[in-house]
């Protein structure tokens, strides 16, 4: 069971379930960028469990950032009481891991979500609660202010990917599902998208800068 002053396993799950490092060193890390809209995607039926993950919504236009996931199948909160976990990792300084993660349990009859430190040594830091909902019996919502979190100097965007991790009769040792599968998701902090600009002639070499 994980309590209110434990991580999932340390940080070890997106550890080895997250390749930030390598993703960072491409292009294709920034494809999905959003500036002052929200985000969405669509994840593919990949996983086993009941929570592998359908889509992400991101509502960051006004507000706290606010992650919404989905899933294929049904699922109780009871039901995921020291079974199920959803994770949102977050990216703020461009190091070879999460820097922080939203961890999203259920406590029984209601979900709990709380906000962690990540350590590459020794056991993550508790940061305090953030606040979480059900919007269906296919979801789970959490939020957390930016500024709660710290950032690498000069960044202006983060990175973030959602992780889940269950484990029931279909899953003996322990399904799990990352969204997006491949890249991390860019998001642009509030006010520090860059201004669009014209074009680059054929001549120009290509540029590793997101698009707003």
């Known amino acids: 069971m994980v309590g209110k002053g434990e991580g999932v396993s340390g940080s ?35 996983a086993r469990g009941r929570l592998d993950v359908k889509q992400v919504r991101l509502a960051h236009a006004q507000g706290p950032p606010t992650w919404t996931i989905v899933t294929f199948g049904e699922w109780s909160t009871a039901g995921m009481w020291d079974r199920g976990y959803i994770m949102v990792l977050l990216d703020t300084q461009g190091g070879m891991g999460a820097e922080y993660y939203l961890l999203v349990r259920s406590a029984g009859t209601a979900l709990q979500g709380s906000l962690w430190r990540a350590h590459t040594y020794g056991p993550d830091s508790y940061l305090g609660s953030v606040q979480t ?31 889940t991790v269950y484990t029931g009769r279909l899953c003996r040792r322990t399904c799990h599902d990352q969204a997006p599968n491949l890249d991390a998701v860019l998001q642009w902090r509030p006010g520090m998208s860059p201004t669009p600009t014209p074009s680059p002639s054929a001549s120009s070499s290509p540029s590793d800068s997101p698009s707003p």
């Open 12 to 46: 070890r799950w997106f550890r080895v379930l997250t390749p930030f490092a390598a993703a960072i060193l491409t292009v294709a890390l920034m494809a999905v960028v959003a500036g002052a809209h929200d985000t969405d995607f669509q994840d593919p039926d990949d």
């Open 133 to 163: 909902r059900r919007p269906s019996r296919r979801s789970a919502s959490v939020q957390v202010r930016l500024g709660r979190l710290t950032f690498g100097a000069s960044r202006p965007f983060y990175r973030w990917r959602v992780l």
